[in-house]
């Protein structure tokens, strides 16, 4: 076909001239004030609101942001993932989940931790951004952590949380957040979210209709302290509010909880977000699982953003044009919560130029890095909690036959827990035992038993195996298709929730079969070493009772199998605390729905439990000699300085969790059997003795009164330094005699 010369050039010329032009709109766009990096971040988020439609307001509003080309602003998700690791966006390093590093005790390793975390996150974002892709999952803005108190081990969310104690969680909460937030001055990191704000931990099932009622005494003194300290101490760029109500109120709209304690009394400055989908509830009727709080979607988006939450999960602030033909809420007020949400996009960068801010530089390479993987082994050792031993472990890796069985031994499904990444190198605790062992040594595997159901086939070749092997490692527990979130634990009859606080029954008989086997020859009796995975506590008294050693190894992360192997040969000695009480059994607790915290936890408990909190056995022995205390006498406003020498007295390496309770001996209202006040850990060589200190402020020795208010009384206070709790079970079970020290407060 002949094409005239001159109509092509014309054409050309045309379609370079259009180039130009928008170029010249794009050259333009990019010269709004918005994206003037010299002005301040309120200049820059006045200019870009004002250029905004009510409609386009709105859509930024909502956590899946649609992009506005004729203002050059890319799609953002609000909505991503990082409880232990990037989660839910690829490959990632799997982290211990949380309370895993709850059960470390060491907020320094917490974090490292979210440090490389939040490198992670930054990485893929950048890689992400370099392709174009603005999906959910792929931003900076992280729904973690999760700094409720975990007062129920029938919780299946429990495994969220670093465990039952305010003091634990506000140190490794902080600590997280800081990591994941970064120290640039002008930038951050990542941003992250303290949920779920707040008195929030069950029952999964109600939790869009439920009503948790807490008196002012247990508001603070159990459940908000944590999220006051990532506030006011960590500066948090968010919180999300809770599906339920709190004394009467639902959580996204509750009064005394958003403006009154987050905004006036903590000063808090981020933006707030809704839980997933929770606006719903205040328009579904009572009747339907809902609050019934309003009638309609509009009504309950006005309510919301009137509280002073500037982020919806779902898309229930589409309704607010309609809001505002109502006369139910003004745009002036809508813009004030927008502001606030914009803050934290233009704090991340998303505004400036690639290459304004540090992050966009971290390479790809850094995901799941060597040093990575490193760390979560690092983090998996120091999780996992010699709950007995009658001195079988360590074991000898170049014994002549091991048998590794059970449901979980090769499972990768209990490495996990919720909210987790994926990876291509998943080491199971098989693996980890097999990879350990010397060649001439034998191993023989058997699944043996499923996760919660009877065989059904009656014959099973795997018991005979306990009897002719030097060793049997039974790999119990639950896994996350039993505990964890609503609609995630597909294989649980309530919503994820353990309400039968029982190992399943077909795992304790499998066990019984076992142990018969392995005592076959009176005199010749072989040894059986149990691991339990789950993320809560777990009625294990039978297991303490048939093994004779057990380790509580949580979810514990991608080298989990690794760490496992570490610990049982002795590369590694366990040093892990439990950050929650095991009750014998659920008999011992008040009511799942009952948010008192009378009978609750180390603090309110008054009967003698499974596993205290704070306990954890090791390989070796620790003494706590020569407590001194700085001042006998204090007054009010006095800081005091208590020292311990701790002293390894065993044969073996090892890190000791040293910690520090306070007991008000007399007091005014009824208060805590004691509380933990001071954590630190330290590493011992065989023989070696630290000489440990601790500065307690004035708050240690603070009360809550009934109102919530909180005072120093003057009195007699004791002091505890040990290993555990100072509860009389923990050193049933082998803890070591805590140092203790009367100080007089007048």
Not at 316 to 340: F, H, M, R, V, W
Request: glycine letters at 8%.
């Amino acid at each position: 076909m002949r094409v005239n010369s001159r109509y092509f050039v014309l054409v050309l010329l045309l379609f370079i001239d259009f180039c130009c032009v928008g170029q010249i709109i794009a050259n333009k766009n990019q010269s709004m004030p918005f994206y003037n990096t010299s002005l301040s971040i309120d200049e820059r988020v006045q200019d870009l609101i004002s250029r905004l439609t009510l409609e386009e307001k709105v859509s930024q509003m909502m956590n899946s942001t649609p992009a506005i080309e004729r203002l050059n602003i890319l799609p953002y998700d609000y909505w991503n993932e990082a409880l232990h690791g990037v989660g839910r966006s690829g490959v990632a390093t799997i982290f211990p989940q949380a309370i895993g590093l709850g059960a470390t005790f060491d907020s320094d390793l917490a974090y490292r931790v979210s440090s490389a975390i939040s490198d992670e996150a930054r990485a893929m974002y950048n890689v992400f951004n370099d392709k174009g892709y603005h999906s959910q999952y792929g931003g900076l803005t992280f729904w973690t952590p999760n700094v409720n108190i975990f007062r129920d081990p029938r919780w299946g969310r429990g495994q969220e949380t670093y465990g039952e104690d305010p003091f634990l969680t506000s140190k490794i909460g902080t600590a997280f957040v800081k990591g994941l937030q970064g120290d640039n001055p002008n930038y951050l990191k990542t941003a992250a979210c303290a949920k779920h704000f707040a008195v929030h931990s069950g029952p999964e099932k109600l939790r869009h209709e439920f009503n948790a009622e807490a008196t002012p005494k247990d508001l603070w003194e159990t459940y908000l302290p944590a999220f006051q300290s990532l506030v006011e101490e960590a500066q948090v760029e968010s919180v999300m509010c809770a599906y339920n109500s709190t004394n009467g109120e639902p959580c996204c709209s509750n009064k005394y909880l958003i403006s009154d304690v987050l905004r006036k009394q903590w000063n808090f400055k981020g933006h707030v977000v809704t839980d997933c989908g929770a606006i719903a509830d205040f328009y579904a009727a009572k009747d339907k699982g809902g609050h019934g709080v309003v009638a309609t979607k509009a009504e309950a988006a006005a309510l919301v953003v009137k509280s002073g939450v500037s982020l919806n999960c779902g898309n229930s602030y589409d309704a607010l044009p309609e809001a505002i033909n109502k006369g139910l809420i003004t745009e002036k007020e809508i813009d004030a919560q927008l502001a606030t949400l914009l803050k934290t996009r233009f704090k991340l960068g998303l505004f400036d130029k690639v290459g304004s801010n540090p992050y966009d530089a971290i390479p790809y390479e850094v995901v799941d890095s060597q040093k990575h993987r490193a760390l979560a082994k690092e983090v998996a050792q120091k999780s996992m909690v010699l709950l007995k031993n009658n001195g079988v472990l360590p074991l000898r890796n170049d014994l002549q036959k091991y048998f590794v069985t059970g449901p979980n031994a090769s499972s990768t499904e209990v490495l996990l827990g919720n909210y987790y990444g994926i990876n291509p190198n998943m080491v199971t605790i098989l693996e980890g035992i097999t990879a350990a062992i010397k060649p001439q040594s034998k191993l023989e595997y058997r699944l043996g038993a499923m996760l919660n159901k009877p065989s059904i086939n009656p014959i099973n070749y795997a018991t005979g195996n306990a009897g002719n092997s030097d060793v049997t490692i039974v790999v119990l527990g639950v896994s996350s298709t039993l505990e964890g979130e609503e609609g995630d634990s597909i294989d649980s009859n309530s919503a994820g929730d353990r309400l039968n606080y029982d190992l399943p029954e077909n795992q304790i008989e499998y066990l019984r079969d076992l142990r018969k086997t392995a005592n076959k020859k009176p005199e010749n009796k072989k040894p059986i070493v149990v691991i339990i995975t789950g993320g809560s506590p777990i009625n294990l008294a039978e297991v303490q009772e048939l093994a004779d050693a057990v380790l509580l190894v949580w979810y514990p992360g991608e080298e989990g199998g690794n760490a496992v192997a570490d610990i049982l040969f002795g590369k590694v000695a366990p040093s892990g605390k439990l950050p929650i009480t095991f009750p014998k059994s659920l008999d011992q607790l008040p009511p799942f729905e009952d948010y008192s915290m009378k009978g609750r936890t180390y603090k309110y408990m008054n009967v003698d439990p499974m596993y205290p909190f704070g306990f954890g056995l090791s390989y070796t022995n620790f003494t706590y000699s020569g407590a001194k205390i700085s001042k006998n006498k204090i007054s009010k406003k006095e800081d005091v300085t208590v020292t311990v020498k701790v002293t390894n007295t065993g044969q073996v390496k090892s890190d000791e969790v040293v910690q520090l309770y306070v007991s008000d001996l007399k007091a005014s209202v009824d208060v805590p059997n004691f509380q933990l006040n001071a954590i630190k850990r330290v590493s011992l060589e065989a023989g070696e003795s630290k000489e440990v200190s601790f500065q307690l402020t004035p708050k240690a020795f603070e009360i809550v009164k009934m109102d919530g208010s909180k005072t120093i009384e003057s009195g007699e206070f004791k002091i505890y330094v040990g290993g555990s709790s100072p509860m009389k079970r923990s050193f049933e079970l082998g803890a070591p005699k805590m140092a203790e020290l009367v100080v007089n407060v007048k």
